[in-house]
C-alpha cells in the first residue's frame, strides 16, 4: 500500500511488487487498519469526483476502444447472428405489398389483393412459448490484487479492455441480452457498474464505468469475496424471467492467497441448473491460472492472457446451451 505495511492505497509507481506474509499483515495494528481504511475511503470519494470533471474523456475513450476494436466487431457479429437464429426472418405470404408470391397468381387475376409476400419475423404461433431476452451477469475482480500484479502481468489493463469490449458489442443489443456487470472487492460483495434496467447509452457512461473500476482496485483495503460475490450473482440471475441466466466470473486466479478451494468453487459453478456460470482468469502468477483452470468443470472455465482470445471464449459460452 502507499507508505508500505499497512498504507491506505496502492499506488503504481513502476517500482517492483513486494507482497508481505498473512503473518505481516496481522500484525498491524487495529488503529493503524482503521485509519488507514479511512484514508482510502477519502482518497477513493475525490477520485470519483475528479471522474465527473474529467476534460479528456472522449480522446481517452477512443484511445482504449482503438486497442480492442477488431474483437469489438468480432463479438458484435457473433451476437448478430446468436440474435438472428433466434428470430429467424421468413417470408410471410398474404400481403397487399412486397414481392410477388407465384404461388397466388390465379388469385391475382380475379382480383385478390393479398398476393404479396415480404421478409420478416413471424409473429409467435397461438400458443407458443414466449421468447425472452438471454440474461448475462459479468462479475468482474476489482480487488487490491488486480492493481497490484497489473504491472506483472496486465490483468487490470486486460480486465477494463475485456468490460469494455463487451459494453461496446452488446450496446443496441438489449432484446435478445440483458446485461449487468457488478464487481466484488475485499470491502464489498457486490458493486454494481451496469444495469440492464438502465443501458449505458454514451460512450462517457462506458469511460467513467471503467474508471470507477480502475478506482475500486485502487483503494479497496485488501481481502477476497470472490466465492460470496458469486454465490450471490447466481442468486440474483436466477431470479428474473430470462431465456437463459449466465454468470461470468471475470477474474485472477489468486485464490490459494485467500484459501478458496477449487472444489468448493467447482460445487458452486454448478449449483443451480437455471444459471450457466463460467469463469475467465485474465491473470496469473505462474502456472495459477492453468491449474485452476483443470481443476474446475470442464468447459466452465477459461484462460485469457491475451484479449484477442476473448470473443471467441464469450461466444463458446453463450453457445455452451446450444451443443
Not at 226 to 253: H, M, P, Q, Y
Amino acid at each position: 500500500g502507499l507508505g508500505g505495511k499497512g498504507g491506505p492505497y496502492r499506488l503504481d509507481a513502476g517500482h517492483s511488487v513486494h507482497q508481505i506474509s498473512d503473518a505481516e499483515k496481522a500484525a498491524v495494528p487495529e488503529e493503524v487498519k482503521r485509519a488507514a481504511r479511512e484514508m482510502g475511503q477519502k482518497a477513493f470519494k475525490e477520485r470519483l469526483r475528479e471522474i465527473e470533471m474529467s476534460e479528456f474523456d472522449a480522446i481517452l475513450y477512443q484511445k482504449m476502444l482503438a486497442k480492442v476494436q477488431r474483437q469489438v466487431q468480432t463479438l458484435r457479429v457473433m451476437l448478430e447472428t446468436l440474435e438472428s437464429k433466434s428470430s429467424e426472418r421468413q417470408w410471410i405470404r398474404h400481403q397487399t405489398s412486397g414481392d410477388l408470391d407465384d404461388r397466388k397468381l390465379i388469385e391475382g387475376l380475379t382480383g385478390e389483393k393479398a398476393i404479396f409476400k415480404r421478409r420478416g419475423e413471424r409473429a409467435p404461433e397461438l400458443g407458443a412459448e414466449k421468447l425472452y431476452p438471454k440474461h448475462v451477469r459479468l462479475l468482474v475482480d476489482v480487488s487490491a490484487s488486480m492493481y497490484r500484479f497489473n504491472e506483472h502481468d496486465g490483468r487490470l489493463d486486460r480486465s477494463l479492455e475485456a468490460v469494455l469490449m463487451v459494453m461496446e458489442a452488446f450496446d443496441k443489443h438489449q432484446k435478445t441480452f440483458r446485461l449487468d456487470i457488478y464487481g466484488h472487492s475485499g470491502d464489498e460483495i457486490e458493486i454494481p457498474f451496469v444495469s440492464s434496467s438502465r443501458p449505458l447509452t454514451n460512450n462517457k457512461e462506458r469511460l467513467d464505468t471503467l474508471k470507477k473500476m480502475a478506482a475500486h482496485t485502487q483503494f479497496s483495503a485488501a481481502g477476497d469475496h470472490t466465492v460470496e460475490a458469486t454465490r450471490l450473482a447466481i442468486n440474483e440471475a436466477s431470479k428474473g424471467v430470462s431465456d437463459e441466466n449466465f454468470v461470468i466470473v471475470v477474474s485472477d486466479a489468486n485464490f490459494s492467497r485467500y484459501w478458496i478451494s477449487p472444489k468448493d468453487f467447482a460445487v458452486l459453478m454448478t449449483s443451480n441448473p437455471n444459471v450457466n456460470v463460467f469463469a475467465i482468469f485474465i491473470g496469473s502468477l505462474g502456472n495459477q491460472a492453468k491449474k485452476l483452470k483443470e481443476a474446475l468443470p470442464a468447459g466452465r472455465a477459461f484462460v485469457c492472457l491475451d484479449n484477442k482470445d476473448l470473443p471467441q471464449i464469450i461466444q463458446q459460452i453463450l453457445t455452451s446451451t446450444l451443443l
